[in-house]
């Protein structure tokens, strides 16, 4: 039996929830957000197994009874009741540490490579294996980003952490309201021109779909996840040398599932995130859920 472990709000745990179903895969859902509520553990250091638990639904962190995780795990003790929230983060940590710890597969285990918490420093990690990354700044200071802003013409900016946030233009609107950057460091990018592409890459398979907004061409979309227009995806073959980057950088970072991101053009392809936890949902169904097939292979088998 393989679990899903997520929430019942995210929309890449309810599609490959509803994908198992669909190819009558046997699944365990666990709620993350009702243990984090309500639940329980029990954990033997030495064996390295335990169980989880809240209401009727009982985890068994065993390999003889689990062949494998995939792990959607969000925190989301900050929405909590303050006199909630103490117990949520306990019970959070506890379940970081039994996934990272158990011998069953995980996909991924939580604290593997955390770089992309910190995009700037993420994008140093990624310059190691060879990957060509977008000139980039994090800064507070007007007077760098002015330089940054004359040496490099259109520039993005967007958050620098590991939450969600919209890649926006630079234009003269946020110029106008220069001195809000004083109180938070933004990361700041040159404009890479070219085609968006995801690739996925699960234990060495690689899918990767280009996605075109269908607008004019002289229209600059500069975050197509949130382009209201319609969306042209086609599968597109990697050159060897992005592909053997990317399956480098998994090996170095344990990470069984990623989600690269590129902007492709005929001068390469520029990665801007390697994404630990990809919502592969809106991608999967265009390719024949070849990414679901190629996840549910790794946790169905027992290593």
């Not at 679990?3 to 745990?13: C, E, F, P, Q, S």
């Not at 494998?68 to 969000?74: E, H, K, M, T, V």
């Not at 992309?116 to 007077?143: A, C, D, I, M, Q």
């Amino acid at each position: 039996m393989i679990v899903l472990l997520g929430a019942t709000h995210d929309k890449t745990i309810v599609h490959t929830a509803a994908m198992a179903r669909y190819h009558d895969v046997p699944f365990l859902f666990f709620d993350v957000q009702r243990f984090l509520d309500e639940g329980g553990w029990i954990w033997d250091g030495e064996s390295r197994e335990g169980r989880l638990w809240y209401g009727d639904t009982v985890l068994e962190l065993s390999r003889s009874r689990v062949s494998g995780i995939y792990s959607r795990l969000i925190d989301t003790t900050e929405l909590l009741a303050a006199e909630t929230r103490g117990a949520a983060r306990v019970r959070l940590r506890a379940l970081v540490e039994m996934l990272d710890a158990c011998e069953v597969a995980v996909v991924n285990r939580p604290r593997l490579e955390p770089s992309n918490g910190s995009k700037l420093y993420h994008l140093w990690v990624l310059e190691k294996f060879r990957f060509t990354t977008p000139r980039s700044l994090l800064t507070n200071s007007w007077e760098l980003l002015s330089d940054f802003l004359e040496q490099n013409g259109r520039v993005l900016y967007k958050g620098a952490s590991s939450e969600k946030t919209v890649v926006s233009l630079f234009t003269n609107t946020e110029a106008a309201r220069s001195e809000l950057l004083r109180n938070s460091p933004v990361l700041f990018q040159a404009y890479v021109p070219g085609v968006d592409v995801r690739l996925h890459l699960v234990r060495g398979e690689a899918i990767a779909l280009s996605v075109t907004s269908e607008r004019s061409e002289d229209s600059l979309v500069v975050d197509y996840r949130f382009d209201p227009s319609p969306k042209r995806y086609a599968v597109v073959p990697v050159p060897d040398d992005v592909l053997s980057s990317c399956n480098a950088y998994q090996a170095w970072s344990g990470l069984d599932f990623i989600g690269f991101d590129f902007r492709v053009s005929q001068k390469g392809w520029t990665i801007l995130e390697a994404n630990p936890m990809p919502g592969y949902e809106s991608y999967d169904r265009r390719v024949d859920n070849r990414i679901f097939k190629a996840l549910l292979s790794l946790l169905s088998v027992h290593r």
